[in-house]
């Protein structure tokens, strides 16, 4: 199949939680192959399967270019069913999102944070990040749970962000 085109901001399915995955076929590994084409072709870091409109606990992410991840957690790697388990601090950091392109805002997240999950054979996987591994680890299990970047801003964040969506809506564009 290739190449997925990624929803745009404000598609329904970017706000549906995903279904947990409970077979894990070749259909389901054609779809993660599809992801990471999708993922490569825009240079992303992340991609949760509700960004391409897969309503699924199913993310994807791939750090192999980062200097600062340790190698055997870079990726790529498939995530399935994932659930953050602990928190620790909290950081204000410049954040994007692929269903908003070219539109970024700070947005509060812990520092530290603990994954648990499958991966893409299903075996059980357990990742503790930090920093920028950290912050897309939150902002992909927030996709799988219908939650947008925009959904962390402050109420006059959010004006601003909606003015603007307005602004692009009228002009017949999207992000």
């Known amino acids: 199949m290739g190449v997925i085109e990624i929803v745009k901001y404000p598609e329904p399915v970017l706000e549906k939680k995903g279904e947990l995955v409970t077979e894990i076929d070749g259909v389901l590994q054609g779809k ?10 825009v240079s992303g870091l992340g991609l949760a399967a509700s960004q391409v409109g897969h309503p699924l606990a199913l993310f994807i992410y791939d750090l192999s270019l980062s200097d600062t991840i340790p190698s055997e957690i870079k990726g790529p790697a498939a995530i399935l069913n994932p659930e953050i388990v602990e928190m620790e601090g909290e950081v204000i950091g410049d954040e994007g999102c692929l269903s908003i392109p070219g539109y970024f805002e700070k947005v509060k997240r812990a520092v530290r944070v603990q994954l648990k999950g499958l991966d893409r054979e299903g075996k059980e996987v357990r990742i503790e990040a930090e920093g920028l591994f950290a912050r897309m680890l939150q902002h992909e299990v927030d996709h799988i749970n219908g939650v947008m970047m925009v959904d962390h801003f402050s109420s006059l964040k959010k004006d601003i962000f909606f003015r603007k969506l307005k602004k692009r809506m009228k002009r017949g564009g999207t992000w």
């Open 32 to 41: 993660i192959e599809d992801m990471f084409e999708s993922l490569y072709a």
